[in-house]
């Protein structure tokens, strides 16, 4: 009973470097979704996808990038990292919208320390 | 913008009372609100949802009420515990899919 599995849990990572973080579900949901969490500031919606091969931008996309090849994983890539992308990362999936059983599923988190 | 607010960031009670928190969205009708528990160090996790159409719904000690006039939602824990002390979130579909209020932290002092 996996649900959504986040690697790493925790990462440090210096001005500049590169990372990706993982994803998986095993659930077969076509919906998933990648938000950050800062202090006070709840949840933010950093890209998502509704299908393979289909990604789109959210609230705060910039400095990350996803790609879905299958409908099992997300990953969410920084390319140069930078102090304000510290934060904790969390993967979430779900069943189509206004489905029956409408809600998210959510990993448990990656946190993130950009130095 | 469409917006959610959680309008305190915490709140403390005692064990056997009923905690109330409040959610309230501005600038658009959702068609339904949800409610998550979050604990430290873990992702959140559904416990509710309710529709416009629905003015109450129940699940063991929990009852959220959805006011669309007064554009408010209510989560109540009744009889509540130390167990029940964490992070709750309201959420609702928008135009970046789901989104979030800032949260609730309850404690229950035993």
């Known amino acids: 009973n996996a649900g959504v599995t986040q690697t790493p849990k925790f990462r440090i990572l210096k001005i500049g470097q590169s990372m990706t973080l993982q994803c998986a579900q095993d659930?077969?949901?076509?919906?998933m979704y990648w938000y950050r969490q800062d202090p006070g500031m709840g949840l933010k919606l950093i890209y998502y996808?509704?299908?393979?091969?289909?990604?789109d931008k959210g609230e705060v996309p910039n400095g990350y990038n996803v790609s879905r090849s299958t409908t099992e994983d997300f990953p969410l890539r920084l390319e140069l990292a930078a102090p304000s992308q510290t934060s904790v990362y969390f993967c979430?999936?779900?069943?189509?919208?206004?489905?029956?059983?409408?809600?998210?599923?959510f990993g448990s988190g990656t946190q993130l320390s950009v130095l | 913008s469409q917006k959610i607010e959680q309008n305190s960031e915490a709140l403390n009670i005692q064990e056997g009372k009923t905690a109330t928190l409040t959610c309230n969205y501005t600038?658009?009708?959702?068609?339904?609100l949800q409610w998550y528990r979050q604990d430290p160090g873990r992702g959140p996790v559904f416990l509710l949802l309710?529709?416009?159409?629905?003015k109450e719904k129940r699940k063991e000690r929990l009852k959220v009420t959805f006011d669309t006039t007064l554009k408010q939602s209510l989560f109540h824990i009744t009889a509540s515990q130390p167990a029940d002390s964490a992070t709750y979130l309201c959420?609702?579909?928008?135009?970046?899919?789901?989104?979030f209020g800032t949260g609730t932290r309850l404690k229950v002092l035993a």
């Open positions: 979430a999936s779900s069943p189509p919208p206004d489905s029956t059983n409408e809600k998210l599923f």
């Open positions: 659930m077969n949901h076509n919906y």
């Open positions: 996808s509704v299908g393979a091969g289909i990604t």
């Open positions: 600038n658009y009708s959702p068609a339904y």
């Open positions: 309710i529709r416009e159409n629905e």
């Open positions: 959420a609702t579909s928008g135009t970046y899919k789901y989104i």
